[in-house]
């Protein structure tokens, strides 16, 4: 038999024609990178190559690395391989790379999602012979509402608080869910504060988009300013003493797991909102059906239970072990992120 | 119903006690009178009966859904409430409805007897159609057990507040035996009627566990102190030559143990006792585990009567003569209590007995000490009284409502403890849902060949930190060796500390042992699994007790085969 276009090493996704890796997990020697998320590009490896979009986000958590950047749909080619960078939705210059040799094509998503948030170039479907897909969110309980009603419930939920002189915290990763929250809150309705986690990414990310304004809370910040408005943090100052200066606030978390009330009620946060940049069920199944691939391999999520369920419709499907993603549960509220590195130590 | 589902959004969106009652007497406030007895019955566990069994509606749910049964119950395992699945997983209706939740109630008490088909299409059709929060509620009302993080006391603090009735006096009118169909709230709440209270008991008065030092409680000689009994707290009432038993829980378990009938006549009408429902084996206190055989039952068997009979410990009178006594101090109360011992036949020990004419009653003994050494030394003598520790109830003090402080103290016995081996592991329900928090332990055993195995004893879902149960958690998902549905078992590698309360010999568990309230204490770390306590290491734990020795289990055995 033959060697297999991509493997899973101990390393991380291996293309041995090319000697290149996908996302991989250990240090290497050339690494292709789908997206700037910390489980996705790590420490270590001699070259990256990645979107364009992602060069600043990967140099802001990891320093000056090699790094080079490529356009949508540009094709590259080492030791005989073809590559190529495809929208992925997920965030800003979140890609899917696409891996094509001797009339063999590849697809490996990263992470991602269908819909359009306004913010990451929107995903595109590739076809495929194998399609090497997340599945964070891969059981029929995961059912998405369209981004415009949540964001309708966010911005009621941030003016019904100014109305009751709250200050509304809301919690989201501060690369990707912090930018895309920014992104359609109201700002009419007050000021947006921010975590210093949030505002640093947010400014490497000014360049490529539009945010409204946003403020960074700081020693000097004074408690009456921030009173009713609106503050955006990460997960992990939930809890914490920073968090004690917003008083008297109620708490929110925008996350695919709020779909759960236990997952909410676990973390002790008033209000969850249902708002996640993976694919839901059916977006899931949607975008598979859509790359015409018949082998399908799962990568992190729910995998052993989607994977049964893609072999019972027909497909050719399994699970592979990565380091993607936590677990199969929010353990953390980070929605398969594990790493916090440097934003908010020892909370 | 519609405003029934916003309150239980409501209350789903905060986490904070006062906005919750703020929620509910709004509610309370505002709502139709059926409907409010009807959110009252829910919220104190009054559902009505079951009209669907749960095997129908994961079915119908996974059909109407259109997924595979097996990926329905997957969902279920990791969401962790059937109602919450269900309405996850059937397509989104959007509308809102407009018939009122008495109606719906109506509705569910009517389903129960149909046909299957008819029961089908009535889910279908309001799983349709109603939004996630109306589809939520509604199918919660049909599995029933509306946990949402609402205690009884809390509903009672809001219906107070709502309607200016005391707290205490609410919680009276509230208990006991009424029927949400039948009753109005006029009649449930509002008004004052005298005949109502025949069977109503007292709010029971619940002690606190001593903090610190039991020095700090003062001069020994304010207290008085019994055994901390280990059976079921119940109330017993005899009004109108009537009997009810209540139990702590606020069930009416009168049915359960017709044993007390006996009471109604040797013991005047008027007259509320409160103590500790026992197992009286051969003229001897039993342990709980006895009395486990009893607590299910809702018909009780002659055989069972003469197997495992019940007496009442009892250790305070709240109603004398047809007046609440409650503002009596301790002291005074025991006075009338002992009293009235002198004045019936009670039970006398020794196994040889002829009990006919004997009430199942017996008196909680009260104990003064000089000083709080000859106290403890008294508390390291409970495992031997069949008590798990003392309880300290000041000599003054009246017979309070609910948990107080001050007054009344238990002080218990420090746990018994072992090293056990995780094996087995199950994600927990509502706010541990989708993590593996409910965990079985084992302990060495030599089999047959004499090789050391593992043999399961106990299951202990509480006492790790949210940061440890997070950490095992994750180490059980990388190190899971089969699945059984949603069990696991799991590589024998960590050992805790497994802290519980009692322990006797049980025919029902496979390792020979049950053991109450067992608890996760510490992880140790520091041992490996050999290091493990044996099965040896907890029967030698068990106090020695005519009926409990493992002579005596075999000896019964024997006689049963």
């Known amino acids: 038999m033959n060697t297999p276009l991509l493997q899973f090493t101990h390393r991380g996704i291996y293309c041995a024609p090319a000697k290149v890796y996908l996302d991989p997990w250990k240090p290497v020697d050339k690494a292709i990178i789908s997206h700037g998320h910390a489980d996705h590009s790590r420490w270590g490896h001699k070259s990256y190559i990645t979107h364009h979009k992602n060069v600043p986000i990967v140099k802001h958590r990891l320093g000056d690395v090699n790094i080079t950047g490529k356009a949508w749909g540009e094709t590259f080619t080492i030791n005989g391989v073809t590559f190529s960078l495809h929208p992925a939705g997920h965030i ?58 949540v964001f309708t419930d966010i911005n009621q939920w941030w003016a019904e608080n100014k109305a009751n002189g709250q200050t509304s915290v809301l919690f989201g990763y501060s690369l990707g869910k912090a930018q895309r929250l920014l992104k359609h809150l109201d700002p009419s309705i007050g000021k947006i504060y921010t975590h210093g986690a949030v505002e640093n990414m947010t400014a490497v990310l000014r360049p490529l988009a539009t945010f409204p304004q946003t403020e960074l809370i700081t020693r000097d910040t004074k408690k009456e300013d921030i009173k009713g408005n609106m503050v955006i943090a990460p997960p992990s100052a939930h809890g914490s003493t920073w968090i004690r200066k917003m008083t008297p606030f109620v708490t929110a978390s925008a996350s695919g797991w709020m779909a759960f009330r236990g997952a909410r009620r676990r973390r002790a946060i008033d209000k969850g909102f249902v708002l996640s940049d993976h694919c839901d069920w059916p977006d899931l199944l949607k975008a598979i059906k859509n790359t015409g691939a018949e082998k399908i391999i799962c990568t992190h999520g729910y995998t052993d239970i989607f994977s049964k369920y893609l072999r019972e419709l027909g497909y050719d499907a399994r699970t592979e072990q990565t380091q993607y993603g936590e677990e199969e549960g929010p353990v953390s509220l980070e929605e398969g992120n594990t790493e916090l590195t440097g934003e908010h130590a020892n909370q | 119903m519609k405003q029934f589902a916003t309150l239980i959004k409501t209350l789903d969106s905060t986490n904070k006690t006062t906005k919750k009652v703020e929620a509910l007497a709004n509610y309370f406030a505002r709502a139709k009178d059926a409907d409010k007895v009807w959110t009252i019955a829910i919220l104190s566990h009054r559902r009505p009966p079951r009209p669907v069994n749960t095997t129908l509606l994961r079915e119908w749910a996974a059909e109407l859904a259109n997924i595979p049964l097996w990926l329905f119950e997957e969902s279920y395992h990791i969401v962790g409430d059937l109602a919450e699945t269900i309405a996850l997983v059937v397509p989104a209706g959007e509308t809102s409805s407009e018939k009122s939740l008495t109606v719906f109630l109506e509705e569910m008490i009517a389903l129960k007897p149909k046909e299957e088909a008819d029961k089908k299409a009535y889910l279908f059709e309001n799983w349709r159609q109603l939004n996630y929060y109306e589809r939520f509620v509604f199918t919660k009302l049909i599995t029933g057990g509306f946990r949402i993080g609402v205690s009884q006391k809390l509903m009672t603090r809001a219906l107070s507040k709502a309607t200016g009735i005391d707290e205490d006096v609410l919680a009276y009118k509230l208990m006991g035996n009424w029927d949400p169909n039948t009753i109005s709230f006029q009649d449930l709440v509002l008004e004052e009627k005298e005949s109502d209270y025949l069977s109503k008991p007292y709010p029971f008065y619940l002690a606190y566990a001593v903090e610190g030092e039991v020095e700090d409680l003062g001069a020994v000689s304010n207290w008085s102190f019994e055994h901390k009994w280990d059976g079921i707290r119940c109330q017993v009432i005899i009004r109108n030559d009537e009997l009810f038993v209540w139990s702590r829980g606020e069930e009416l378990v009168t049915d359960k143990y017709p044993e007390f009938q006996k009471f109604v006549g040797p013991i005047p009408n008027g007259t509320v006792l409160d103590g500790e429902l026992l197992p009286y084996v051969n003229g001897e206190l039993g342990t709980f585990n006895d009395l486990q055989t009893r607590i299910g039952r809702k018909t009780v068997s002659k055989n069972l009567l003469v197997k495992t009979p019940v007496i009442l410990k009892a250790y305070d009178v709240l109603e004398w003569k047809g007046k609440d006594i409650r503002t009596k101090t301790f002291v005074e109360r025991r006075k009338i209590l002992e009293q009235l011992f002198r004045t019936i036949p009670v039970i006398s020990g020794g196994a040889e007995q002829d009990r006919t004419e004997q009430l199942p009653l017996l008196l909680s003994e009260r104990m003064e000490f000089k000083s709080w050494e000859e106290v403890a030394q008294e508390r390291n003598r409970a495992r031997e009284m069949r008590s798990e520790g003392l309880m300290l109830k000041r000599k003054d003090s009246p017979y309070q409502v609910g948990r107080k402080k001050g007054d009344w103290w238990k002080w218990k016995v420090d746990p018994l403890t072992i090293d056990a081996v995780l094996t087995y592991a199950m994600r927990g329900h509502g706010r541990r849902s989708n993590l593996f928090t409910d965990y079985t332990f084992a302990l060495w055993q030599e089999n047959n060949e004499g090789k050391k195995e593992l043999v399961t004893f106990a299951k202990a879902y509480s006492g790790l930190t949210d940061k440890e149960f997070k950490e095992v958690d994750a180490w059980i998902k990388k190190n899971t060796l089969e699945r059984f549905g949603p069990v696991r078992s799991v590589t024998p590698h960590h050992v805790f500390e497994i802290a519980f309360e009692g322990i006797a010999f049980s025919k029902r568990h496979k390792s020979g042992v049950a053991t109450r309230f067992p608890r996760i204490l510490r992880w140790r770390k520091d041992k490996k699994i050999e290091e493990a306590n044996g099965l040896e290491d907890l029967k030698a734990l068990i106090s020695p007790s005519p009926q409990s020795t493992p002579q005596k289990e075999e000896e019964a055995k024997n006689t049963k085969e």
């Open chain 1, 92 to 149: 800003i210059g979140s890609s899917q790379i696409r891996v094509a040799h001797k009339g063999e094509v590849w697809v490996f998503t990263g992470d991602y999602k269908l819909e359009d948030d306004g913010l990451a170039t929107p995903y595109e479907s590739i076809k495929c012979h194998t399609f090497i897909t997340e599945c964070t969110f891969g059981l029929p309980a995961f059912l998405w509402t369209p981004q415009k009603e």
